[in-house]
């Protein structure tokens, strides 16, 4: 094939030159996010039921949900938790589910079951969880002095959020914090009492006055006409002159009796951005629309709307491009780094300017035709594939310093250059090759881990693939044809390798001479190292992500008392005020009206991001904020955690570590707060942790109010008449709405403020003849202690104990001893967490990674044809990983996802290197004659020696070059570079150390495992 294309420069030429014009056109198609589109199998279910209780949740809405729902296919679990006025169910598929699909069957299933659930409920509302979820950017709005805050909100809801969705590429605009208005109708009981008015004649009045009759037809001949009956109720003045008739006949208007007005909303949710309140706009992308343009336009619509309403702040933040810049911007100074150094060393090494400009042409080509095939394949520009670009840039350079040191050998060897490219080619073709399979064998399995982990390996291994896959074909057909071009006119003899490589090459001679004479003893050091590397993988400290020097905080509250959303705003203000550190922050207090939002949202729930100057500020407030709040609200539970960015919202897995959930038998009856008291102390004898309480175990206080059933038959009055009565006592009632034009303004009956009791004074219920009742006649009112949430899963409601850490000795004691406590008392438990996921998802790792170690042996088996050979380089891997942890440790680093990407880099090179090395010594020894044995050994001994001088270039100057290319992260500040710098060490560590022991360890095992005739 070679010989075939060298032959044709002009063909080639043309073909890379079409397909780099298509690869133009590709990248400008690509979508650019921060990460993959990846099908999360999530499904969450919110409900919101105001003024009820979370028993009356449970009962009538999420248990019949629960029902319905158990019978969806491939339905992994249910979850659902019912608080005060809300409720969501969780529901979790198995991976590979077609999602579209499933959403389609939960809104039939939820449509059927519409009929059974409450008439005053808003039906529930389903949210498909996925990562394209995640907003991208928050868009600040805060009213300036003079500015309606309603106004505000109609403005964000009605303009605002319209031109936003009107970018191409944003998928939906959500908001919170905003203000809706209702009309007020406050009557005067003093005078409707004097006229002898009731209260359900002007409820009768509003609805009759609102009512629809729909469209009526006129026949008048021929023709038929369509009356549409006009609404009456169009504004405040109609619904002020709406006539009232008294009992003497008389007619008066509505005004003259009651207060008519525009009132604000009960509000349960508020926005803070720093101490002042407003609203915020999230910005969310489609999967297909690029980040990197995307948010600029959004950046210039913010700058026209500042021009257009000026009665209003605006203000960005929270931009998620962040991450995905860093990730651009560090393949691109990698690229950069790595085309200057690679020109360098192969400068200093061969002493030729021709050589880097090959090398300079070669790697941009093979990236850009990159990219073609991820249009070809679908993969998006992420996070993801481009750490597996990155990943295969280092292995990129390696293949092109190949193929360049083997033409420049076979010239020296006196070929013409026709012939020294076919030949230098050929002979490493299929060595490379076998180190690109190599390299798959390790990737590829891992696409089959269950979950999330394995829908991003598989962008990662796509993307792997497709670099390494061109940097071959780039190597074996662009490569040689562009050394016949540069080289063809040269007639000079080819220089010698420069005086630094000899310097290097003497050095590399003695000291392999030194370890050749006492090679047994040589051998079994560094065998040894080999344990080594396992005692050191047990040692060092895992994290899931680099330790990330983030200056965001994330602040969550429960405050553990009956507080409105304004008491718990004033709190948050006054932390505000007092918080003496310099920091952007935003609060979201109360129920969050995020369309999007999957929270167990709770009036007296609030968050507070912080963004600070640096890191010492952060920490620093971090303490002041538990001092605060142990001394102030020593109640409330408060949860301090580095704000989560899109990268830990994917990864974090929600739930506890261990957990034991408590079921009653046969009954949903719920234990109390003694029943926990006991529970709690059994479980601590069990346990040297003790455990938390789950959200079914936490308990709050309540009002209580019984009713005489007894006095309200003796006065004629019904107990459907006195609750509907009572229903309307405290908060007044809705009973119309004014629609128009897609705008619902509700009309309501409105109590004027006072406390309970004197609430039940007002209100009074119709008895025996027409004879008017105050309620608190027949209500008593107590305090009591209830459950605040209630939990349950597929079976039936459980309450939970939960643990954060658990020594697996306490865990093995717990799942033996707590059955037999839960027989004593009559309750089943069962356990959960993500301790058993970790478990499952450690199993099937391994198992993996033995699958890509038995790929790896028999693809070098099948190129060696030796069952042997493949050992050989199967244990240089060790040496490698066992350098990389070594430096990872010497720098406080940790063995996370980043450094474990650094070390399979560092890996393909140095197998690169392994096969190359025990390829070449095969095609010595083939040629060597066994005369005598004495003969053979010597002769194989020099043939080890002379590959390990003809490898000994390339691997040093792919080695130096990776490194090169990589230092100037070390040196880097920012998120990318924390991010990148674990990954840096690793290929640092694995190329110093491990090239080095690498270096002597194929020699050595090569004459220990080969025959000698």
């Known amino acids: 094939m070679v010989k075939f294309l060298i032959n044709r420069p002009i063909a080639v030429f043309l073909s890379f030159v079409g397909i780099l014009f298509f690869s133009a056109l590709a990248i400008k198609e690509l979508p650019v996010s921060l990460l993959p589109g990846i099908e999360v199998p999530s499904v969450a279910i919110k409900v919101d039921y105001p003024n009820n209780p979370a028993r009356i949740i449970e009962n009538s809405v999420l248990n019949p949900i629960r029902s319905e729902l158990n019978s969806l296919n491939n339905l992994k679990s249910i979850e659902s938790t019912a608080g005060s006025e809300t409720g969501i169910v969780k529901l979790q598929f198995n991976y590979g589910t077609r999602m579209d699909l499933a959403y389609v069957e939960i809104n039939e299933k939820i449509d059927r079951l519409t ?467 310099e920091a952007e922050s935003e609060s979201d207090i109360g129920l969050k009206q995020f369309i999007l939002s999957v929270d167990e949202g709770s009036v007296e729930n609030a968050e507070i991001y912080f963004k600070f100057n640096s890191k010492t500020d952060k920490s620093a407030t971090e303490r002041w904020l538990l001092s605060y709040f142990q001394k102030r609200h020593p109640n409330a539970n408060i949860n301090i955690e580095d704000a989560p960015n899109a990268f830990d919202q994917i990864f974090t897995t929600e739930g506890s570590f261990f957990s034991a959930k408590w079921k009653t038998l046969g009954n949903n009856e719920l234990l109390t707060s003694a029943d926990y008291q006991e529970l709690s102390n059994e479980v601590k004898a069990i346990s040297s942790t003790p455990p938390l309480q789950g959200k079914g175990f936490i308990y709050e206080d309540a009002l209580e109010a019984s009713i005489d059933s007894e006095k309200l038959s003796v006065y004629g009055i019904s107990e459907g008449q006195f609750k509907s009565a009572l229903s309307k006592a405290l908060d007044g009632y809705l009973v119309t709405e004014i629609r128009r034009f897609g705008e619902v303004t509700p009309v309501r009956i409105q109590r004027p403020e006072a406390d309970l009791r004197q609430q039940l004074e007002r209100v009074t219920v119709m008895g025996k003849q027409n004879q008017e009742y105050a309620l608190s006649n027949f209500v008593t009112i107590s305090f009591s202690s209830n459950e605040k949430n209630i939990t349950a899963d597929r079976s039936s409601v459980y309450q939970s104990m939960e643990w954060e850490e658990l020594s697996s000795e306490d865990i093995e004691a717990l799942t033996v001893e707590l059955p037999k406590v839960a027989s004593t008392r009559g309750l089943t438990v069962d356990f959960d967490g993500t301790y058993f996921e970790d478990k499952e998802n450690l199993s099937q790792m391994a198992f993996i990674l033995m699958i890509s170690v038995a790929l790896l042996y028999f693809i070098l088996a099948a190129q060696f044809e030796s069952l042997i050979q493949p050992l050989i380089v199967i244990f240089t891997l060790p040496l490698g990983i066992l350098g990389a942890l070594i430096v990872l440790q010497l720098t406080g680093g940790t063995l996370n996802v980043m450094s474990a990407i650094g070390i399979i880099v560092m890996l393909g090179i140095m197998v690169n290197d392994a096969i190359l090395k025990i390829d070449t010594i095969n095609r010595f020894a083939a040629k060597i004659s066994p005369t005598t044995s004495a003969d053979y050994k010597t002769q194989l001994a020099a043939a080890i020696a002379k590959t390990g001088e003809i490898r000994l270039k390339p691997i040093l100057m792919t080695s130096i070059t990776t490194i090169l290319a990589l230092l100037p992260v070390v040196f880097s500040s920012g998120l990318g570079a924390d991010l990148q710098r674990p990954l840096v060490y690793a290929v640092i560590g694995g190329l110093t150390i491990g090239t080095f022991t690498a270096l002597y360890f194929v020699p050595l095992a090569y004459w220990f495992v080969s025959k000698k005739k």
């Open 115 to 581: 009929e059974s659930l409450p008439r005053d409920m808003d039906r529930p509302r389903i949210i498909r969880i996925n990562t394209s979820d995640i907003p991208i950017i928050r868009l600040q709005l805060v009213p300036k002095n003079q500015a309606d805050f309603i106004e505000v909100s109609e403005l964000a809801e009605k303009v605002l959020k319209k031109r936003i969705e009107q970018l191409p590429g944003i998928s939906i605009v959500d908001i919170n914090g905003f203000r809706d208005q209702y009309i007020s109708i406050n009557p005067n009981r003093e005078k409707l009492q004097a006229l002898q008015l009731s209260e359900g004649q002007i409820d009768q009045v509003l609805k009759s006055a609102n009512q629809e009759l729909g469209q009526l037809s006129v026949k008048d001949g021929q023709y038929r006409y369509y009356v549409r009956m006009a609404n009456r109720l169009d504004d405040l003045d109609e619904i002020r002159n709406l006539p009232l008739i008294t009992r003497d006949g008389n007619v008066i208007a509505l005004q003259s009796v009651a207060d008519i007005s525009y009132q604000q909303e009960k509000v349960q949710s508020y926005h803070l951005f720093g101490e002042t309140e407003g609203l915020v706009i999230t910005v969310h992308k489609q999967n297909s629309a690029k980040m990197t343009e995307l948010v600029p336009m959004v950046y210039e619509a913010v700058e026209l709307f500042k021009e257009d309403y000026p009665k209003v702040d605006f203000e960005l933040t929270q931009d998620q491009s962040s991450l995905l810049n860093a990730g651009i911007d560090n393949l691109r100074t990698s690229l950069i780094y790595g085309g200057i150094f690679a020109f360098a060393v192969l400068f200093l090494f061969m002493g030729n300017v021709r050589m880097p400009i090959i090398m300079g042409i070669t790697l941009p080509v093979s990236l850009i035709i990159s990219f073609l095939l991820f249009y070809a394949v679908g993969l998006s520009i992420n996070i993801i594939s481009l750490s597996g670009l990155a990943l295969g840039l280092g292995m990129l350079i390696d293949n092109a310093i190949i193929v360049i040191d083997n033409i420049t050998r076979k010239r020296k060897d006196g070929l013409n250059i026709i012939d020294a490219c076919i030949q230098g080619v050929n002979e490493v073709m299929a060595p490379l090759i076998s180190s690109m399979l190599t390299t798959l064998a390790v990737f590829v399995p891992l696409v089959f881990l269950n979950g999330l982990s394995g829908a991003l390996f598989y962008d990662q291994a796509v993307s792997v693939a497709i670099i390494l896959g061109t940097s071959l074909m780039v190597a074996f057909v662009l490569l040689p044809l562009l050394y016949r071009i540069f080289f063809q006119n040269v007639k000079k003899e080819i220089k010698e390798d420069s005086l630094i490589f000899k310097t290097i090459l003497s050095a590399y001679k003695a000291f392999y001479k030194l370890l050749w004479k006492f090679r047994a003893i040589s051998f079994v050091v560094l065998l040894l190292l080999i344990p080594l590397t396992y005692l050191t993988i047990n040692q060092i400290e895992k994290a899931g992500l680099p330790d990330i020097e983030k200056t965001e905080t994330l602040l969550s509250i429960v405050w553990n008392e009956p507080i409105a959303a304004e008491a718990s705003k004033d709190r948050i203000r006054n932390l505000l005020n007092e918080l003496n550190t």
